[in-house]
């Protein structure tokens, strides 16, 4: 199995930071990832696929780079409804696997 | 309005079998490849399988350590997407989401439903 592993696993922030987010794989995935982030009590929600594909909707202020097995998620300017848990997922080869979440929190 | 909707999920003793749905609006259905995807109590997302559709022959994956006690089907008829669980444990406490895989391989997760919960205890 892939295994990804995120980080940090925690980050504090404040509003208007910029904030980076690094999700690495055990062997290379391409850019067969996906971001999603998933706020308290809700489903998670798809925010960029193959590795930079802003999915409709999603702001700009959130952009994702990377191939192989070093991907990142950067949040521009952070905004108050952006403190929430992210994770990536790597669909290269099955099964499917997720790294185990990076929680943003307000500083 | 494009929305999963999953039902089913209880509290149910270790051992026991659990059926869960989700039934799936405002989109054809028939098209997409489906995933059932669960989140233990304060834990991260784990993948549980998936299925393609009719063109592909409704194959499924599924995560190893599940693979022999859980299924997943569909009836396109219905719009409807089943997980099947059997032999339950109490480390399949969890809340369970469906997905639909969005357009174009590999399939990322693009619409979700709000999970059904379940509970495996004495």
């Known amino acids: 199995d892939i295994q990804l592993t995120q980080s940090p696993s925690f980050l504090s922030a404040s509003e208007g930071d910029r904030v980076s987010i690094t999700c690495r794989a055990s062997?290379?995935?391409?850019?067969?990832l996906g971001w999603y982030q998933q706020k308290p009590g809700k489903a998670p929600k798809l925010l960029i696929s193959?590795?930079?594909t802003l999915q409709s909707g999603v702001p700009s202020r959130f952009s994702g780079s990377g191939s192989r097995t070093e991907f990142t998620l950067i949040i521009s300017s952070l905004q108050p409804e952006d403190f929430a848990t992210y994770y990536c997922q790597q669909l290269s080869s099955y099964p499917i696997t997720f790294g185990q979440g990076t929680r943003l929190e307000i500083k | 309005e494009v929305q999963l909707v999953e039902s089913g999920g209880d509290l149910v003793q270790p051992g026991g079998s659990l059926r869960l749905s989700c039934v799936a609006s405002?989109?054809?259905?028939?098209?997409?490849?489906m995933d059932w995807v669960r989140q233990a109590p304060g834990k991260g997302l784990e993948w549980v399988g998936r299925?393609?559709?009719?063109?592909?022959?409704?194959?499924?994956e599924y995560a190893a350590s599940l693979k022999n006690r859980f299924t997943i089907s569909r009836d396109d008829s219905k719009n409807s997407l089943f997980l099947q669980m059997n032999s339950l444990t109490t480390e399949d406490t969890a809340v369970y989401y469906c997905?639909?895989?969005?357009?174009?391989?590999?399939?990322?997760?693009?619409?979700w439903g709000k999970g059904t919960a379940v509970t495996v205890s004495s």
């Open positions: 405002g989109f054809t259905f028939s098209d997409h490849y």
């Open positions: 062997q290379g995935i391409s850019s067969y």
């Open positions: 997905a639909r895989g969005l357009f174009g391989e590999p399939r990322y997760m693009d619409v």
């Open positions: 299925i393609r559709n009719k063109g592909n022959s409704y194959t499924t």
């Open positions: 193959a590795a930079s």
